[in-house]
């Protein structure tokens, strides 16, 4: 029952005391009632305020009436002292003090909610189930205030793409909660930043706080939100598309979008004013689109916390923003500070591509699998990656990590996998100089991993990996190491550890300049191959490799001592034939000999001790004595040395 003005006069009359009871009563449930309104869900937000305004008019006006009640012959002081205990059994010293205390809880409530407004307050602009009118308008109204948009928990369709501007709030309650989304055929964007269509591919002349740009978005934020493109339903259409800097987006996930999901732009960055400084804040999910997951194309030198994307390509796998180019999940143009990286699950092309024009990327922790290639550097990009995770490369010409730029690429936590299912790209392949890598290269120990390991084809670098598990794919042959394919290979340093291939390492082409630390593990019973190729470049090259052949060693630094070898007392030529252990076939000119006496004898002089012959098993020596020693049965060593 509603309490008015006309209860209030009749409590006057002879039955004051049942009156004043029932109004008491009712103020209590009027209270309550308020209370209990105020305190449901943020979707209800706006109606909460609504019915505390309303209850606060109600109350002063009983209040004005109250004060002027006196108790009549009739009114029990009891019940008058009951009136003056609240719901949580707290005691007023009047009944004045208790509405105080009622106005001033009403009073916080109405604060707490003055930096919102819920798209609930538009519910009248919904037409059927659109509600672009309600939401857009709300975006408006809050324009040039300090307010946010609130959209509550639920699913909300829209049939036009929204319009976001400069400091534009738009919140959610959880991005598994709250949920905008394209209605069937709407065929638009879900959210566009406001003129992008005249901003797109220009830079900003002046302070963005000139008045001549106060229209250039900036200091928006997208938050605790969902948004779905509906592509089973949609053939065009992006995602969040924007043009701006300085702006959030937190907790936001993207899916099932015709086109691009999210493609953020801006021109170069000038900095006049503080507010001019680009930093930008991205933690964004990205699931099921229909081109890429991602085209970051700026603003530059900002951070991307996380990026968590998979699923690219689900309409086409030829890229309709880039010429020529396969849909990669994630492609970056404006370097920037990257936090996770994960990308996962692309028919076509490549995890992540980062590219540009003097573009600077560091990254902290960079995921790619289940795509056609990890992790592609185009020239003009620069790479500073603290540790790169690779594996389930579905492509049999993408290498998991591909490197073509000569601006700098290091990743000293490089982890590449290579599975059974796997196609047979290279795992890492590296086309240009100024790089540096650590880490492994490992394949399925029982068996199944195809492709080349590292293929080095450039200069000036360095390259330390474990590389095991690489096998042939039936007559086609595949190494843990390739160097020196394009004979351009200068003052690199090249360490490996190298087991389980079928092929260890393939040297095509002599270098200069470059150290090689390379060990190999390998059985040729089982038809495995170590070492193949080109040998040392004589003093151009320094190596120190190890090879284990199931328990047959051989190394680049070899010495030997054939012991008792030489008769010091005739003047015949004798032939000495002994294997060797040297890692290939020496030329002659590397082998060095020795004679080694511990005779003391002084009555003999060698005329030559001459290397004729070296194959990969065997180094044949002549020896010639000008003189032979008087005393029979005095035996020399031969020392020899192949380096």
């Known amino acids: ?356 024009s003097s573009t600077r990327y560091h990254a902290d922790l960079t995921i790619g699998e289940s795509a056609h290639g990890s992790v592609r550097q185009d020239q003009g990009a620069s790479l500073n990656a603290s540790k790169i995770r690779s594996h389930s490369n579905r492509s049999n010409v993408n290498p998991n990590i591909l490197i073509n730029s000569d601006l700098g690429s290091i990743c000293t936590g490089l982890d590449i996998r290579r599975y059974a299912t796997d196609g047979t790209a290279p795992c890492l392949q590296i086309n240009k100089e100024n790089y540096h890598f650590e880490g492994f290269i490992l394949g399925n120990a029982s068996g199944g991993s195809k492709g080349n390991g590292a293929v080095v084809n450039t200069h000036h670098g360095k390259l330390d990996v474990d590389i095991r598990y690489l096998h042939n794919d039936g007559t086609t042959q595949y190494y843990g190491l390739i160097t020196n394919q394009t004979g351009v290979f200068k003052r690199n340093h090249i360490t490996a550890r190298i087991q389980g291939c079928d092929n260890a390492w393939y040297n095509a082409n002599k270098g200069i300049g470059s150290t090689y630390n390379i060990a190999m593990n390998f059985n040729s019973a089982n038809g495995n191959t170590g070492f193949t190729g080109q040998p040392k470049n004589t003093h151009l090259e320094t190596w120190n490799i190890h090879s284990d052949n199931n328990g047959e060693y051989r190394s680049t630094d070899y010495t030997r001592l054939v012991a008792n070898s030489i008769n010091l007392a005739t003047t015949n030529e004798q032939t000495l034939t002994f294997a060797h252990y040297y890692l290939y076939a020496p030329t002659l000119d590397q082998v060095q000999t020795q004679l080694v006496d511990t005779t003391a004898l002084t009555d003999y002089e060698v005329a030559y001790i001459k290397v004729v012959s070296a194959d990969a098993t065997n180094v044949t020596v002549k020896v010639k004595l000008k003189t032979a020693s008087v005393t029979t049965g005095q035996w020399a060593s031969l020392r020899v040395g192949i380096r």
């Open 1 to 356: 029952m509603k309490l008015t003005f006309e209860r209030l006069t009749n409590w006057l009359g002879l039955q004051g005391q049942r009156i004043l009871n029932q109004f008491i009563s009712d103020v209590e449930n009027n209270f309550k009632e308020t209370l209990s309104s105020t305190y449901k869900s943020q979707s209800d937000a706006s109606s909460a305020v609504s019915t505390a305004n309303n209850a606060k008019t109600k109350a002063d006006n009983v209040q004005a009436q109250v004060n002027a009640l006196v108790v009549g012959s009739n009114t029990s002081p009891a019940e008058t002292v009951q009136a003056r205990v609240d719901e949580n059994g707290t005691t007023f010293t009047n009944l004045k003090a208790l509405l105080d205390d009622k106005g001033v809880k009403i009073n916080k409530l109405l604060k707490k909610n003055e930096w919102f407004v819920s798209i609930y307050e538009y519910v009248d602009l919904v037409v059927g189930n659109d509600w672009y009118f309600a939401i857009q308008q709300a975006i408006n109204d809050t324009k040039g205030t300090k307010k946010a948009v609130l959209v509550p928990y639920g699913r909300f369709g829209k049939s036009k793409e929204l319009t976001i501007y400069r400091y534009t709030k738009l919140f959610g309650i959880g991005k598994d909660l709250s949920e905008i989304y394209n209605l069937n055929g709407s065929n638009c964007d879900i959210i566009k930043t406001y003129k992008f269509d005249t901003y797109t591919g220009t830079t900003i002349t002046g302070s963005t706080e000139d008045a001549a740009n106060f229209d250039v978005p900036i200091g928006f934020e997208i938050r605790d939100l969902a948004l779905d493109g509906n592509f089973a339903n949609n053939t065009s259409g992006y995602g969040l598309r924007i043009y701006g800097k300085h702006y959030l987006i937190d907790n936001v996930i993207i899916k099932r979008v015709p086109d691009v999901s999210f493609y953020s732009e801006y021109g170069n960055n000038y900095i006049y004013k503080a507010e001019d400084t680009p930093e930008t804040f991205i933690n964004l999910e990205v699931h099921e689109s229909g081109g890429e997951n991602v085209i970051f194309n700026g603003p530059s030198d900002i951070s991307i916390t996380r990026l968590y994307c998979g699923w690219a390509g689900k309409k086409y796998g030829d890229s309709k923003y880039f010429v020529g180019e396969k849909v990669h999940s994630v492609t970056f143009l404006k370097g920037a500070e990257l936090g996770e990286l994960h990308a996962f699950e692309n028919e076509y092309g490549y995890a992540f591509r980062f590219a540009g």
